[in-house]
């Protein structure tokens, strides 16, 4: 499916059991959140924009979906390049300098770094190798094949067994219930913990061979093995690194032995009627701290 940017409103949770229409170039009314990209200039590609996604020393190239980097433009981004965020819905958002935005007096601050809707992404983006959709298993889980870092909303199960959406101090609750995918989460984990919701519908989450439930050990082992055969058997490096260096990060002795392994429990369709999570801000200070900075750690 070819990708495609579409500057097109959306509907937005807000506090108050509400929503609102946002349209394109408008203040984002929503925590700050999502796969996380970049439009960058590339003297290896061409003079045009590529898509660049990124960890450390790990750097993924790809087509950009076109009209975006004229909408981050006009939007106040210099020159169109910049960070941008793709939530679960696919709404695309980014971050302007204050100085900069022309709809500076809508936003909830007019100082930093405002939080701003740009517009829809449908279809798969293309970063060669990297699936970042893959099949979801019918009957069980699998080992997530895809991008281990920086992909997808950042949940957590609460001890109430509720998904709330953290960063600092701030917590805020989904608009919707999610039962069916917090008990496919706690199956699995038992202990209050993230799990990641990405653009494509497909969650994951970082398990911790010790923390696995005793009754679902073999499931784990038998995807663990069916992944590594099935990477092995096709060549596929890119997946056989990418979990590598997902299992080396989350360990405390930089052994992937001991690492938290990364499971893809499935694809919303499968939870919960496949309503996507969306928190609702309740507490407009966050905007102000949010903003301080076009990059926030998470």
Same mark, same amino acid.
């Given at each position: 499916?070819?990708?495609?940017?579409?500057?097109?409103?959306?509907?937005?949770?807000?506090?108050?059991? +509400?929503?609102?229409?946002?349209?394109?170039?408008?203040?984002?009314?929503? $925590?700050?959140?999502?796969?996380? @990209?970049?439009?960058?200039?590339?003297?290896?590609?061409?003079?045009?924009?590529?898509?660049?996604?990124? +960890?450390?020393?790990?750097?993924? /190239?790809?087509?950009?979906? +076109?009209?975006?980097?004229?909408?981050?433009?006009?939007?106040?981004?210099?020159?169109?390049?910049?960070?941008?965020?793709?939530?679960?819905?696919?709404?695309?958002?980014?971050?302007?300098?204050?100085?900069?935005?022309?709809?500076? #007096?809508? $936003?909830?601050?007019? #100082?930093?770094? &405002?939080?701003?809707?740009?517009?829809?992404?449908?279809?798969?983006?293309?970063?060669?190798?990297?699936?970042?959709?893959?099949? $979801?298993?019918?009957?069980?889980?699998?080992?997530?094949?895809?991008?281990?870092?920086?992909?997808?909303?950042?949940?957590?199960?609460?001890?109430?067994?509720?998904?709330?959406?953290?960063? *600092?101090?701030?917590? /805020?609750?989904?608009?919707?219930?999610?039962?069916?995918?917090?008990?496919?989460?706690?199956?699995?984990?038992?202990?209050?913990?993230?799990? @990641?919701?990405? #653009?494509?519908?497909?969650?994951?989450?970082?398990?911790? @061979?010790?923390?696995?439930?005793?009754?679902?050990?073999?499931? &784990? *082992? !038998?995807?663990?093995?069916?992944?590594?055969?099935?990477?092995?058997?096709?060549?596929?490096?890119?997946?056989?690194?990418?979990?590598?260096?997902?299992?080396?990060?989350?360990?405390?002795? !930089?052994?992937?032995?001991?690492?938290?392994?990364?499971?893809?429990?499935?694809?919303?369709?499968? /939870? !919960?009627?496949?309503?996507?999570?969306?928190?609702?801000?309740?507490?407009?200070?966050? @905007?102000? #701290?949010?903003?301080?900075?076009?990059?926030?750690?998470?």
């Amino acid at each position: 499916m070819t990708v495609e940017f579409k500057e097109e409103p959306t509907k937005v949770p807000i506090s108050g059991g +509400q929503s609102v229409s946002v349209a394109p170039k408008q203040p984002w009314p929503s $925590a700050y959140r999502g796969s996380k @990209y970049s439009l960058v200039s590339d003297e290896n590609f061409t003079d045009s924009a590529v898509l660049k996604w990124e +960890q450390r020393d790990l750097s993924v /190239f790809g087509e950009p979906p +076109q009209g975006l980097r004229s909408a981050m433009t006009l939007a106040g981004k210099s020159g169109g390049y910049g960070s941008f965020r793709v939530t679960a819905r696919g709404e695309i958002i980014t971050k302007v300098p204050a100085e900069d935005y022309p709809n500076v #007096e809508d $936003a909830p601050v007019s #100082e930093g770094w &405002i939080p701003t809707y740009l517009g829809t992404l449908s279809g798969t983006l293309d970063l060669g190798d990297v699936n970042l959709d893959p099949t $979801a298993s019918g009957d069980g889980v699998a080992v997530w094949p895809g991008l281990p870092f920086h992909h997808g909303e950042r949940w957590a199960v609460s001890h109430e067994n509720t998904l709330v959406w953290k960063w *600092r101090d701030y917590r /805020f609750e989904s608009a919707f219930d999610h039962s069916e995918l917090v008990a496919a989460y706690d199956a699995y984990r038992p202990t209050p913990g993230r799990l @990641y919701v990405t #653009e494509y519908g497909h969650v994951w989450v970082n398990v911790p @061979y010790d923390d696995i439930m005793p009754e679902k050990q073999n499931e &784990i *082992r !038998d995807a663990i093995a069916a992944w590594r055969d099935n990477a092995e058997s096709k060549g596929d490096s890119t997946s056989l690194r990418l979990v590598n260096r997902r299992l080396v990060a989350t360990s405390s002795t !930089d052994d992937p032995a001991d690492g938290h392994l990364p499971i893809h429990l499935g694809h919303l369709r499968q /939870f !919960d009627g496949g309503v996507v999570p969306r928190p609702v801000v309740d507490d407009e200070s966050y @905007y102000l #701290e949010v903003g301080q900075y076009e990059e926030v750690w998470e």
